[in-house]
Protein backbone atom coordinates (compact mmCIF):
# COMPACT_ATOMS: atom_id res chain seq x y z
CA UNK A 1 0.00 0.00 0.00
CA UNK A 2 1.26 3.75 -1.38
CA UNK A 3 -0.27 6.79 0.59
CA UNK A 4 -0.24 10.00 -0.89
CA UNK A 5 -0.88 12.94 1.33
CA UNK A 6 -1.90 16.43 -0.12
CA UNK A 7 -3.70 19.95 0.44
CA UNK A 8 -1.55 21.18 2.60
CA UNK A 9 -0.64 24.89 3.08
CA UNK A 10 -0.09 28.44 4.41
CA UNK A 11 -3.51 29.45 6.00
CA UNK A 12 -4.56 32.18 8.34
CA UNK A 13 -5.87 31.21 11.83
CA UNK A 14 -9.74 30.81 11.69
CA UNK A 15 -9.36 29.05 7.75
CA UNK A 16 -10.05 25.58 6.86
CA UNK A 17 -7.97 23.27 5.10
CA UNK A 18 -8.45 19.88 3.29
CA UNK A 19 -6.19 17.12 3.35
CA UNK A 20 -6.58 14.37 0.66
CA UNK A 21 -4.91 10.93 1.66
CA UNK A 22 -4.44 8.79 -1.68
CA UNK A 23 -4.40 5.19 -0.75
CA UNK A 24 -2.84 2.85 -3.38
CA UNK A 25 -3.21 -1.14 -3.29
CA UNK A 26 -4.81 -3.00 -1.11
CA UNK A 27 -7.33 -0.67 1.17
CA UNK A 28 -9.12 -2.26 4.00
CA UNK A 29 -8.73 -1.75 7.96
CA UNK A 30 -7.84 1.50 8.98
CA UNK A 31 -6.69 4.88 7.82
CA UNK A 32 -5.27 7.61 10.41
CA UNK A 33 -3.72 11.08 10.52
CA UNK A 34 -1.10 11.98 12.69
CA UNK A 35 0.58 14.75 12.95
CA UNK A 36 4.60 16.25 13.73
CA UNK A 37 5.94 19.56 14.96
CA UNK A 38 9.82 19.47 14.03
CA UNK A 39 11.46 18.07 17.25
CA UNK A 40 8.02 16.81 18.90
CA UNK A 41 6.82 13.29 18.85
CA UNK A 42 4.33 11.96 16.08
CA UNK A 43 0.75 12.99 17.41
CA UNK A 44 -2.37 11.25 16.66
CA UNK A 45 -5.32 13.57 14.97
CA UNK A 46 -7.84 10.81 14.40
CA UNK A 47 -8.95 7.93 12.56
CA UNK A 48 -11.15 5.62 10.94
CA UNK A 49 -11.98 2.37 9.89
CA UNK A 50 -12.62 1.55 5.61
CA UNK A 51 -15.87 0.03 7.06
CA UNK A 52 -17.05 3.90 9.04
CA UNK A 53 -18.11 1.69 11.98
CA UNK A 54 -15.31 3.08 14.28
CA UNK A 55 -14.11 6.66 14.17
CA UNK A 56 -11.82 8.70 16.74
CA UNK A 57 -10.27 11.96 17.03
CA UNK A 58 -7.80 13.50 19.93
CA UNK A 59 -9.52 15.94 21.72
CA UNK A 60 -7.82 19.19 20.14
CA UNK A 61 -9.76 17.96 16.86
CA UNK A 62 -13.17 16.90 17.94
CA UNK A 63 -15.55 19.70 16.65
CA UNK A 64 -13.29 21.06 14.43
CA UNK A 65 -11.51 18.19 12.24
CA UNK A 66 -13.74 15.86 10.44
CA UNK A 67 -12.19 12.34 8.72
CA UNK A 68 -13.72 11.07 5.65
CA UNK A 69 -13.60 8.50 3.47
CA UNK A 70 -14.66 7.89 -0.47
CA UNK A 71 -14.26 3.96 -1.37
CA UNK A 72 -14.85 4.80 -4.51
CA UNK A 73 -11.38 6.85 -5.21
CA UNK A 74 -9.76 4.65 -2.13
CA UNK A 75 -8.95 8.18 -0.34
CA UNK A 76 -9.44 9.43 3.24
CA UNK A 77 -9.84 12.93 3.73
CA UNK A 78 -9.00 15.50 7.35
CA UNK A 79 -11.41 18.63 7.08
CA UNK A 80 -9.83 21.04 9.28
CA UNK A 81 -11.88 24.20 10.60
CA UNK A 82 -10.85 27.03 12.86
CA UNK A 83 -7.53 26.27 12.48
CA UNK A 84 -5.46 27.48 14.63
CA UNK A 85 -1.28 28.47 14.51
CA UNK A 86 -0.79 25.47 17.48
CA UNK A 87 -2.26 23.26 14.08
CA UNK A 88 0.88 24.46 12.37
CA UNK A 89 2.59 20.98 11.55
CA UNK A 90 3.14 18.27 9.13
CA UNK A 91 0.20 16.30 8.86
CA UNK A 92 0.63 12.63 8.00
CA UNK A 93 -1.65 9.90 6.77
CA UNK A 94 -1.09 5.71 7.60
CA UNK A 95 -2.73 3.21 7.19
CA UNK A 96 -3.29 0.11 8.97
CA UNK A 97 -3.87 -3.65 7.63
CA UNK A 98 -6.41 -4.56 10.23
CA UNK A 99 -9.54 -3.04 11.56
CA UNK A 100 -8.16 -1.27 15.01
CA UNK A 101 -10.39 -0.87 17.74
CA UNK A 102 -11.21 2.21 19.14
CA UNK A 103 -8.52 1.91 22.11
CA UNK A 104 -5.73 1.57 19.51
CA UNK A 105 -6.30 3.72 16.77
CA UNK A 106 -4.10 6.51 18.57
CA UNK A 107 -1.01 3.70 18.41
CA UNK A 108 1.29 5.00 15.51
CA UNK A 109 3.35 2.07 16.24
CA UNK A 110 -0.21 -0.01 14.68
CA UNK A 111 0.09 1.27 11.71
CA UNK A 112 1.96 -0.21 8.91
CA UNK A 113 1.73 2.41 5.89
CA UNK A 114 2.67 6.05 6.09
CA UNK A 115 2.33 8.71 3.59
CA UNK A 116 5.39 11.61 3.06
CA UNK A 117 3.49 13.95 4.90
CA UNK A 118 2.18 17.79 3.81
CA UNK A 119 2.66 20.52 5.73
CA UNK A 120 -0.07 23.12 7.06
CA UNK A 121 1.49 26.40 8.54
CA UNK A 122 -1.31 28.73 10.24
CA UNK A 123 -0.46 32.21 10.67
CA UNK A 124 -1.81 34.29 13.30
Known amino acids: VQLQASGGGLVQSGDSLRLSCAAFGRTSGTMGWFRQVSGKGREFVGG????????RYADFAKGRFTISRDSAKNAVYLQMNSLKPEDTAVYYCAAAEGNLIWSSLDSDFRYDYWGQGTLVTVSS
Open 48 to 55: LRWSGSTT
